[in-house]
């Protein structure tokens, strides 16, 4: 099978997930700047969970570049990831409208760790489909931030009972890591092209 329709259809999907991201976000009552104080939280929320799907988004891209034809594990593996990336306009809002709080910080971590376990899961299926020597399995390696982001995870997701400011700093941290996109399969395919 192609790997068209699933890039249209993972596409539509984070699409649509990011609208209903922000149509979650209510517009202030008042003219003021001082309006804008208690929207902080679900704006900041946002923002960090945007920055996620965009990351997600982008490794994805360029993880599909190496994939030829799709195979039945990769399209339910890729429906696996999609699923915890869905989750995320219910957790950004939980987050949000409630500031932060033990609980929401918690599951906003566990639906992270989820997505990263998908999204491995994916790549593995991806590796299996094309074999170990594959552009993907080459241009993966030993996959350290990979490996360390659901370790930061689950410390996160521990620390937000306790602390929830650690828990949205390791989030951010784990953000900023992978903001930079993965340069990993970009060589890859340029050393195909030479």
């Known amino acids: 099978m192609s790997k068209h329709r699933l890039e249209t259809f993972s596409d539509g999907v984070l699409a649509i997930v990011i609208t209903i991201m922000v149509l979650e976000m209510k517009v202030p009552h008042g003219a003021s700047l001082y ?3 208690p929207v902080l939280p679900v704006f900041l929320s946002y923002v960090l969970s945007f920055a996620y799907l965009a ?6 891209h360029h993880m599909l570049h190496t994939v030829q034809n799709v195979t039945g594990p ?8 999609l699923f915890w990336l869905s989750l995320f306009p219910f957790t950004t809002g ?5 500031h932060f709080a033990p609980a929401p910080m918690a599951l906003y971590g566990a639906v992270l760790l989820m997505a990263a376990i998908a999204y491995f899961i994916l790549q593995t299926a991806i590796i299996k489909s094309q074999g170990t020597g594959s552009l993907l399995a080459r241009a993966i390696g030993k996959d350290v931030k990979g490996k360390i982001s659901p370790v930061l ?3 996160a997701i521990l620390a937000a009972f306790f602390q929830p400011w650690i828990a949205g700093g390791i989030y951010v941290l784990v953000a900023l ?3 930079v996109p993965d340069r990993r399969i970009e ?7 030479k």
Request: overall charge negative; charged content about 15%; aromatic content about 18%.
């Open 35 to 37: 309006a804008l104080k």
């Open 55 to 60: 990351i997600y988004w982008n490794n994805h």
């Open 74 to 81: 990769v399209l339910w593996a890729n429906l696996h990831l």
């Open 94 to 98: 939980w987050v949000g409208e409630n």
């Open 153 to 155: 995870y689950a410390v």
């Open 177 to 179: 890591m992978w903001l």
């Open 187 to 193: 060589r890859a395919l340029g050393e195909i092209e």
